[in-house]
């Protein structure tokens, strides 16, 4: 895996992805955080509804404290950091974006998350 700031984009990519699919009649939101969350998020040039918003903040904190170098793909990683529910949403995301990614010939993005 990358470096933190480059995973937290391909995660917002993805579910950015997803919500727009989604969730198109849902009021979207910028992203804004404080602290080092915002280092990483407030600079990102998309909007989400509120519930995507919720699981990008998430899942972008985990990523900025995960403690393996190199970080493993979610899936062959032995620390689950996700709780429960936010872990479930990101398979749909991942499932339904990386679909659409292949199509768009984006396979450089989803291949961290597949090795």
Not at 46 to 56: E, P
Request: aromatic share 8%.
């Amino acid at each position: 895996m990358g470096s933190p700031a480059g995973d937290i984009e391909v995660l917002a990519e993805f579910i950015s992805i997803y919500c727009g699919d989604v969730h198109p009649e849902v009021e979207k939101y910028e992203i804004h955080a404080g602290g080092t969350l915002g280092e990483y998020v407030n600079s990102l040039d998309i909007q989400l509804c509120a519930g995507c918003k919720k699981l990008l903040l998430h899942a972008a904190s985990k990523r900025i404290v995960c403690p393996y170098d190199p970080k493993p793909s979610c899936k062959k990683c032995e620390t689950h950091c996700y709780a429960p529910k936010y872990r479930n949403q990101i398979r749909e995301v991942m499932r339904y974006s990386g679909k659409r990614l292949i199509l768009k010939g984006k396979l450089n993005l989803i291949w961290k998350y597949i090795s």
